[in-house]
Structures are given as structure tokens and as C-alpha cells.
């Protein structure tokens, strides 16, 4: 793309989370809240921005690249918001954007993983349009499988916009008090036989953004 193309994509990226966070905080709270909404839509914008103007997610010579765009910044901009705060704490924090996943790509890949392992399991974290774990592009159908599975849930997040989140953690209470799961799982392979594995092996890979994951693209489990 043309150096002023990449610019005015980032700047927009940047400018629609400050001018809907100002906008709402206006609306709740006068003077103060547009001061608060500029700035925790602005923030962050800022960092997802300055992303889309240097690592080129968006292919915006393509049709699915506009497609992908328009819908970030738009349908599923609150997630886009999620993900663009967890950019800026990574980035924050030392984390590093990798160049050659993120490039067309759709997604925003950050290197290092942002959660602690679980009884020795590193989980990659995705958030609207930000992947966090995956630091080189991949070389093994297994590794493969990990970063289709990840996009998996950046399509989820256009595909269900506002509403992905939400259904999510209501998924996840649900499934918590409720695990019909327990009828379908694989008591052979991840025995549940303590809190920590009802969580880990039980709840969450039942949630159904998971289970569409799991199931599509895998990686096998
Ligand atoms: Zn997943």
C-alpha cells in the first residue's frame, strides 16, 4: 500500500474508538465524561492505530481487506476496543508486535503470551483483533492449527460484533453451574478430577466459541 494509504488507515483506526468513547462519555456525563471517553477510546486507539499504519493487518487493496476493516472499526468495534487495550498494556509491558504474521493478516500478532501457565499448559490469548503468543509465522501443521484456531475467534468477534463478549461470559456461567457439557466431553483423555481441571479442561473448551474452534481448526485435543 501507498505510505499515505497506511497513514490515513491508521489515523482512522485511531480517531473512531476516541471519537465513539467521546461521544458516549459525553452523552453520560457532560464536560468530565468527554474528557474520559476521548481519552479510553483514544488510548487505546492510538496503539491499535499506530498498528494499522506500520504492520499493514488490513490489505486495504483487497475487498476482504476493507471488509475486514469496515467491520472492526464499526459492528465489531467493541471488540476491536478490547483488543486494541490489551495492545496498548502489552505494549506497555514490553511485548513486541510481530511484522510477519500481522502483515495482511487480518489481526494484530503480538509475540509473547499475556497469561501465566496453567498445570503447565501456555495459552494464547486472542482478543478482538489481537493475538498474543504466537511469535513466528508457522512451521508445523500443529503450529498451523494453533494460529487458524486463534483467527478462528477474530472471525467470531466480526461475525457476532457487540454481541461475542457477552454471549461468551454468559456461555461460560452458564456451563460453570449448569456443565452439560459433561455428557459429550472426553472423560478418557481429560479426566476431571479437581477444580482446576472442571475450569480448564471442562468449562472452557465447552464455551461454544471454543468448542466451534476446537472443532474446526483445532489444534486436536
Ligand atoms: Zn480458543
Known amino acids: ?6 497513514v490515513c488507515a491508521g489515523v482512522v483506526a485511531a480517531a473512531v474508538p476516541a471519537g465513539v468513547g467521546g461521544a458516549l462519555g459525553a452523552l453520560a456525563g457532560g464536560r468530565s465524561g468527554l474528557v474520559a471517553g476521548l481519552a479510553a477510546g483514544g488510548v487505546p486507539g492510538a496503539a491499535f492505530g499506530w498498528a494499522v499504519a506500520a504492520f499493514e493487518p488490513y490489505d486495504l487493496t483487497s475487498v476482504r481487506g476493507i471488509t475486514r476493516y469496515v467491520a472492526d472499526l464499526t459492528w465489531s468495534l467493541p471488540n476491536t476496543w478490547l483488543g ?14 510481530v511484522a510477519e504474521l500481522s502483515r495482511h ?9 499475556t497469561l501465566p501457565a496453567m ?4 495459552y494464547v490469548t486472542t482478543v478482538g483483533t489481537v ?11 500443529a503450529a498451523r492449527a494453533l494460529l ?10 466480526r461475525l457476532f460484533g457487540p454481541a ?7 456461555n461460560y456461567a452458564a456451563a460453570t453451574v449448569l456443565p452439560l ?5 472426553d472423560h478418557a483423555r481429560y479426566p476431571i478430577r479437581s477444580v482446576a481441571a472442571y475450569f480448564q479442561y471442562g468449562v472452557y473448551p465447552h464455551v461454544w466459541n471454543e468448542e466451534w474452534c476446537y472443532r474446526v481448526y483445532g489444534p486436536r485435543r
Open 164 to 170: 461475542y463478549v457477552p454471549s461468551v461470559l454468559v
Open 105 to 113: 493478516g487480518g489481526t494484530v500478532h503480538l509475540a509473547g503470551r
Open 1 to 6: 500500500m501507498r505510505r499515505w494509504t497506511k
Open 148 to 157: 487458524a484456531h486463534e483467527r478462528g475467534h477474530v472471525l467470531q468477534a
Open 181 to 185: 457439557w459433561w455428557l459429550w466431553h
Open 131 to 141: 493475538v498474543a503468543g504466537i511469535a513466528a509465522p508457522a512451521a508445523t501443521p
Open 119 to 122: 498445570n503447565g499448559v501456555r
Open 84 to 97: 486494541a487495550v490489551l495492545l496498548t498494556g502489552n505494549l506497555l509491558a514490553g511485548n513486541r508486535v
